[in-house]
């Protein structure tokens, strides 16, 4: 059974500040591996989508990156903004369609 | 794109009454997904559908629980009869494709509170 776990449970940074988010999954036979974003009393909007053949995905001031051998994806955020506090969730696509997620991690940059 | 519509954004019911969840996904997705979300748990999968037809109902918690889609835009979530620990909120989402493909998209959620 898949299991993916994120560290930190929470964090918090003063903004500017360049930070990295980590997820680490125990099945390296993926499909994909995504992203999310969730505000408070919102559903998950989809930040990045890497495929399982794809080392990383960039867009804008957010980078993410796989390595399936060692079961790990990170998130970087550059140069972060409070409206970047938000909770980050990434989920592991494997087969029969199934995205497992992760607790997430709740990060709130202060101004 | 509307993007994933549900309703009701928020319900209040008392235990034993049936709750219907709505959703209509974003025109032209193939799958379409059930989630429910709490802070003990996180998200769960409950049920998933693709072109219509359920393919796994393997987190669907109990009978009370049951999910259809008559059509590519339309789905429901029926709890009956509801329960206090049915309290949760629940999402829809649907995607294009699958496996290599399949970048998921959120609706807003409905809130469920079972009194």
């Known amino acids: 059974k898949q299991e993916v776990t994120q560290i930190p449970a929470a964090l918090s940074v003063p903004e500017g500040e360049n930070l990295v988010l980590n997820c680490s999954f125990t099945?390296?036979?993926?499909?994909?591996l995504q992203w999310f974003r969730q505000d408070p009393g919102k559903g998950l909007t989809s930040l990045l989508l890497?495929?399982?053949?794809?080392r990383e995905q960039t867009s804008g001031r957010l980078n993410a990156s796989l390595d399936k051998s060692s079961g790990r994806s990170t998130l970087y955020i550059a140069a972060s903004q409070p409206g970047d506090s938000a909770t980050y969730l990434c989920?592991?696509?494997?087969?029969?369609?199934?995205?497992?997620f992760g607790e997430g991690t709740q990060l709130t940059v202060n101004p | 794109d509307a993007g994933v519509i549900q309703s009701p954004r928020h319900e209040v019911t008392e235990m034993g009454q049936e709750v219907t969840l709505r959703c209509k996904p974003i025109?032209?997705?193939?799958?379409l997904f059930w989630y429910r979300q709490t802070m003990m748990r996180g998200l769960e999968l409950l049920i998933y559908?693709?072109?219509?037809?359920?393919?796994?109902d393997s987190g669907m918690p109990e009978d009370r629980f049951s999910a259809k889609m008559p059509n590519a835009s339309f789905s429901t979530l029926k709890i009956q009869p509801s329960e206090p620990r049915d309290s949760a909120v629940y999402f829809c989402?649907?995607?294009f494709g699958t496996g290599l493909s399949g970048e998921l998209f959120f609706g807003e959620g409905s809130r469920l509170t079972v009194l």
């Open positions: 989402a649907s995607s």
């Open positions: 099945d390296s036979a993926i499909y994909n």
């Open positions: 890497i495929q399982s053949s794809q």
């Open positions: 989920a592991v696509g494997t087969s029969g369609s199934r995205l497992t």
């Open positions: 025109s032209g997705h193939d799958y």
């Open positions: 559908f693709n072109n219509n037809v359920p393919i796994d």
